[in-house]
């Protein structure tokens, strides 16, 4: 359910094929989460290794993951703290990461004098309730996928104020979501294409609480809402489709085009006015 939430969301099916590094590594963040999650259970060295090495590979892809670094460390603190995950696990995750992405950075120390170019154009931050709450203000972005997150995030938070210790999945969840956004909102919330750093995440948290939802639903009801909720994902589907590919209606025409045509028809394209 996760994953079609996810596909279903219209920002990622209008940012699946571009070149941007966003959904790159929002793929090893959402893997470094999975792992840390494994870790919480397991006590496991090689899930320890395994989310070490994934939010390394997120912090190669792109540094917008470092503030996400510090609350995967957080998260993976308190597992220490709460007797979930042991010191030397800690030490072997912390390490790995360490070890994959330190080389770029030292480099970027030494050739440029930086840790990371200041490509935030923080200035144009709105910090407007609009932006706050995005995910419902613009269904052009996120459709129903961004009800079914807020509706989340609210029960999720209910029930971490309720049950903190029994609540190790909805902490986590939280954890490497909820301030990611903080610093969106506040630096970055000029771009919604950011959130798709942690988007993958947030479907989770929305179909954690769809599912939950959904036992509500009355058994004589679930047939009948079962079939309209069939309908509106074939609906989006259709939708989805439609403006995550270019030059539609040129490949219609000539499918086997061969690649000469088609730079023609990108150039033509964009030097229409």
């Not at 090495?53 to 703290?81: E, S």
């Not at 036992?215 to 679930?222: G, K, L």
Request: with cysteine; net charge positive.
């Amino acid at each position: 359910l996760a994953v079609l939430l996810f596909v279903l969301t219209p920002l990622f099916a209008r940012w699946a094929s571009s070149g941007y590094a966003d959904l790159p590594m929002a793929f090893y963040y959402t893997l470094a989460a999975l792992f840390a999650w494994r870790m919480w259970k397991s006590n496991s060295p090689v899930d320890a290794l395994m989310s070490g090495i994934t939010i390394g590979l997120g912090a190669w892809t792109k540094n917008a993951i470092l503030p996400a670094v510090g609350f995967w460390f957080v998260f993976l603190l308190l597992g220490v703290v709460w007797k979930r995950i042991s010191f030397k696990a800690l030490l072997i995750a912390c390490a790995a990461s360490a070890v994959v992405a330190a080389p770029w950075y030292i480099r970027n120390l030494v050739e440029a004098h930086l840790l990371m170019p200041a490509t935030v154009w923080t200035r144009d931050a709105g910090w407007t309730v609009s932006n706050l709450l995005v995910f419902i203000t613009h269904p052009e972005n996120f459709g129903f996928t961004g009800w079914l997150i807020i509706i989340g995030i609210g029960l999720a938070l209910v029930q971490v104020v309720r049950h903190p210790r029994g609540s190790d999945r909805e902490i986590l969840l939280l954890i490497f979501t909820l301030p990611y956004f903080a610093f969106w909102w506040l630096l970055a919330s000029y771009d919604r294409r950011f959130l798709l750093y942690f988007l993958p995440i947030l479907a989770v948290l929305a179909a954690v609480y769809s599912l939950k939802l959904w036992e509500r639903v009355p058994r004589q009801y679930q047939t009948s809402l079962g079939w309209m909720l069939t309908v509106m994902t074939l609906g989006m589907t259709v939708y989805i489709a439609s403006i995550s590919i270019d030059y539609k209606i040129a490949m219609l025409h000539d499918p086997f085009m061969n690649d000469a045509a088609k730079h023609k028809i990108v150039v033509v394209q964009r030097s229409d006015p």
